[in-house]
């Protein structure tokens, strides 16, 4: 090994985490009667299949649980109010790990219990200012793997370059036609609508795009809020709405940097470095082989993933291949470690089950396809502990088909029927080949359900049921697929929801609701924001705008560099097609968003301002430039070619953000956000409404205390979603 990197080795061993242990957990407690209509979520099997661990939010906090896979007994495990966000039980059956957010916040930290509510302890993230995540269990339960974000360096002890101001930019090859290493993707992808299409003009503007007042000024920068399992999260593991820049050192800062460990949660083995990279952007431990040589590591920035083998004896990599987004959980070795079993998309469309054969060292000797559907990503990715059966889980344009595949006998996939529409994660559970699935759908909340090996899903009987998801007399809307076609010709996807009660055939109120991201997908799952919105009267159309998941890489791709003044343009298509199919009343539209919806909805508010009558933007990003200022680190270093370089981009930067065209904005505006917010802080939305203010336009804030990014504890969510619904009646007249 080098100097220079076994030095880096050695500095980052010197944070190792230590186990700090903490009071028993409740045990055995009492059942508590459900706070509110409750959903169960992200199961992990104890190693006989009999119990689960899982999420539930039924005293209106996501705690862990654990109950019996086909029984009505269960236990509120850990009674603390900090929201839960990941479950983990180890293979031995001895500790159940899980990850919390103190505080309702951004940063995390991973925990460690016996399953009968004893030697509770924090395992990762106790240092002030640190922030930690799970990541597998080494094969025989003996450790468990963390990341751990440092805090950056006390005040005053960084040192700062100062940047010149850039001279103008070469508008030339300003990303109009992405050149080569914008994505740094491997395969097929291609630019979809055309390469000249939103191309930076001398003002820094885009055709038709031009700007208003400079970029807004103050300190600080500012997501859509669910009930129930979080997807796309923010946080260590880079998902969310995340630039290149913060602490990365692009600004003459410190870089960050993120570490994994093998740490035993007794504390009596020491913690083993897996990992250790400075300006990172992802770094978790996915499997580790049987005999420990071997580790699997997915690291790098969203649209950028790549699978790493690494030698665990010298931390020497031994093989690398590009994954594709979503799901941490990429892969597994074979019990020999000779094969890795992987989710990639790599040189593809998109992702499939490939198998790659593994020399000594964990080099890559051959690569072959297993599994793969025509125009379907494998969205989950599960095996049984003796790695000879996987569980797939398809992404069919938003819905879930899941099926069952031996990996060790050339035999046909097995379907297995569900009861729901989407799947939300797997689990393998018990010596018998059982399975454990988290479902969602548009008639129910998430619920956890129980799979014997080639028998039919049973509802666990501690999840709700369908008819329990709503109060009686107003049932929840199944939505239908809508199909848009942009402006330059590309195809998006979508959602409609029709209120009850209306004449068919006459157009309504319609709220255009924008996922975040940008790599979300809007699912076809219940969402108690959207029940809120269509028991007022109001329809809501919510759809897949360039740069989602789920349609391919190309499309993902699709909202690269000056690419994104095209997403901001189909938004404004997307509401054409909804009033010239006769769904929508042109005259009242509405438009909202979260994280990155939020700034999509920012957006389309100044750059279509003829459009909607009023929007809500929910923790949304109101100017790039501030943004990259206040977001954590790992959220800055994770996706730069989404959307520019803090300087060398600042131009394209500017001319995407809102506050750049403030002075275009004409209707009311609702700005949402979480007071701990240190993804997209609430400077963001702070300065938006009070631009809105000094312009004389109505514009209130709703700051929820206790909550960051995601909006977890079910008294902030009911007040947002009512507070929500009540600015779209006031403003659209109803």
């Keep these: 090994m080098a100097a220079d990197a076994r030095d880096r080795l050695i500095g980052a061993m010197s944070a190792a985490p230590v186990p700090v242990p903490l009071a028993d957990a409740a045990g055995t407690r009492d059942t508590p009667r459900p706070l509110v209509a409750h959903g169960c979520w992200y199961p992990s099997a104890d190693p006989t299949g009999e119990w689960v661990a899982f999420i539930c939010d039924r005293t209106g906090v996501p705690q862990l649980w654990t109950g019996l896979a086909d029984g009505s007994e269960i236990h509120l495990l850990d009674a603390d109010p900090d929201p839960v966000t990941e479950v983990s039980w180890s293979p031995d059956g001895r500790w159940i790990a899980y990850t919390v957010a103190p505080g309702g916040g951004e940063h995390t930290r991973v925990l460690c219990v016996r399953p009968d509510g004893t030697g509770r302890r924090i395992v990762a993230g106790a240092d002030a200012g640190s922030s930690a995540y799970l990541g597998c269990w080494t094969r025989d339960g003996s450790a468990v793997a963390v990341t751990v974000a440092e805090p950056p360096p006390p005040t005053g002890l960084t040192v700062r370059t100062v940047l010149p101001e850039p001279s103008a930019p070469d508008h030339g090859t300003a990303f109009g036609d992405l050149p080569t290493g914008w994505a740094e993707r491997d395969g097929p992808a291609t630019l979809l609508g055309g390469t000249g299409h939103g191309q930076v003009g001398p003002d820094g503007s885009g055709p038709d795009h031009g700007t208003g007042a400079p970029a807004g000024h103050g300190t600080g920068v500012a997501g859509r809020a669910t009930d129930g399992p979080v997807h796309g999260t923010a946080g260590p593991d880079g998902e969310g709405p995340g630039l290149d820049g913060g602490g990365s050192g692009l600004d003459g800062g410190a870089p960050d940097r993120l570490t994994a460990y093998l740490v035993d949660p007794s504390g009596l083995g020491t913690p083993v470095l897996v990992a250790a990279e400075s300006g990172a952007a992802t770094l978790r431990v996915c499997d580790v082989s049987q005999d420990g040589r071997l580790a699997l590591v997915r690291r790098g920035p969203r649209g950028r993933r790549e699978a790493v083998v690494v030698r665990t004896a010298d931390?020497?990599?031994?093989?690398?291949?590009?994954?594709?987004?979503?799901?941490?959980?990429?892969?597994?070795?074979?019990?020999?470690?000779?094969?890795?079993?992987?989710?990639?998309?790599?040189?593809?469309?998109?992702?499939?089950?490939?198998?790659?054969?593994?020399?000594?060292?964990?080099?890559?000797?051959?690569?072959?396809?297993?599994?793969?559907?025509?125009?379907?990503?494998?969205?989950?990715?599960?095996?049984?502990?003796?790695?000879?059966?996987?569980?797939?889980?398809w992404n069919v344009r938003g819905a879930s088909e899941l099926e069952t595949l031996s990996l060790s006998m050339a035999a046909r996939p097995r379907r297995v029927p569900l009861p729901h529409e989407v799947v939300t994660r797997i689990t393998r559970a018990g010596p018998a080949g059982g399975t454990v699935l988290a479902l969602s759908g548009s008639q129910r909340r998430p619920g956890v359900w129980w799979a014997p090996p080639g028998g039919l899903s049973a509802r666990t009987p501690w999840s709700s049921r369908d008819e329990d998801a709503v109060p009686p007399g107003r049932?929840?809307?199944?939505?239908?697929?809508?199909?848009p076609t942009a402006r330059d010709g590309v195809r998006l996807g979508g959602w409609y929801y029709r209120a009850a009660g209306r004449d068919a055939g006459r157009p309504g109120p319609c709220v255009i609701h924008l996922h975040g991201g940008p790599e979300e997908q809007e699912r076809p799952v219940f969402d108690p924001l959207y029940h809120e919105l269509l028991g007022r009267g109001l329809d809501v159309f919510a759809p897949d705008v360039r740069g989602s998941s789920g349609w391919g890489r190309s499309f993902v791709d699709a909202d690269l560099g000056t690419g994104r003044f095209a997403a901001i343009d189909d938004v404004a298509d997307c509401a054409a097609h909804v009033v010239l199919d006769g769904l929508a009343d042109p005259t009242r539209l509405a438009v909202m968003g979260r994280s990155y919806g939020g700034y999509l909805t920012m957006a389309s508010l100044v750059w279509h301002p003829e459009l909607f009558?009023?929007?809500?933007?929910?923790?949304?990003?109101?100017?790039?430039?501030?943004?990259?200022?206040?977001?954590?680190?790992?959220?800055?270093?994770?996706?730069?070619?989404?959307?520019?370089?803090?300087?060398?981009?600042?131009?394209?930067?500017?001319?995407?953000?809102?506050?750049?065209?403030?002075?275009?904005?004409?209707?009311?505006?609702?700005?949402?956000?979480?007071?701990?917010?240190?993804?997209?802080?609430?400077?963001?939305?702070?300065?938006?409404?009070?631009?809105?203010?000094?312009?004389?336009?109505?514009?209130?804030?709703?700051?929820?205390?206790?909550?960051?990014?995601?909006?977890?504890?079910?008294?902030?969510?009911?007040?947002?979603?009512?507070?929500?619904?009540?600015?779209?009646?006031?403003?659209?007249?109803?």
């Design 613 to 734: 009558r009023t929007g809500v933007a929910v923790c949304g990003m109101s100017d790039l430039s501030t943004f990259f200022a206040g977001t954590e680190p790992w959220i800055a270093e994770s996706a730069a070619h989404k959307y520019g370089h803090p300087v060398r981009d600042r131009e394209l930067l500017r001319s995407l953000s809102p506050m750049s065209r403030v002075d275009a904005l004409r209707v009311p505006l609702l700005a949402v956000h979480g007071e701990h917010d240190t993804n997209v802080p609430p400077g963001e939305s702070e300065q938006m409404v009070r631009a809105a203010r000094e312009r004389g336009l109505p514009a209130e804030m709703l700051t929820l205390r206790d909550e960051g990014h995601e909006f977890r504890r079910a008294d902030n969510r009911r007040l947002f979603r009512r507070t929500a619904a009540d600015w779209m009646q006031r403003h659209l007249g109803l």
């Design 315 to 393: 931390l020497a990599t031994g093989s690398v291949l590009r994954v594709g987004d979503g799901d941490p959980w990429i892969g597994r070795f074979s019990q020999d470690g000779r094969t890795l079993w992987l989710r990639s998309d790599h040189e593809r469309q998109f992702a499939a089950l490939l198998a790659a054969t593994l020399d000594e060292d964990g080099g890559r000797v051959g690569l072959s396809v297993v599994a793969e559907r025509e125009g379907s990503d494998l969205e989950l990715l599960a095996f049984a502990e003796d790695g000879r059966t996987a569980a797939l889980a």
């Design 475 to 483: 049932p929840p809307v199944r939505p239908v697929p809508l199909r």
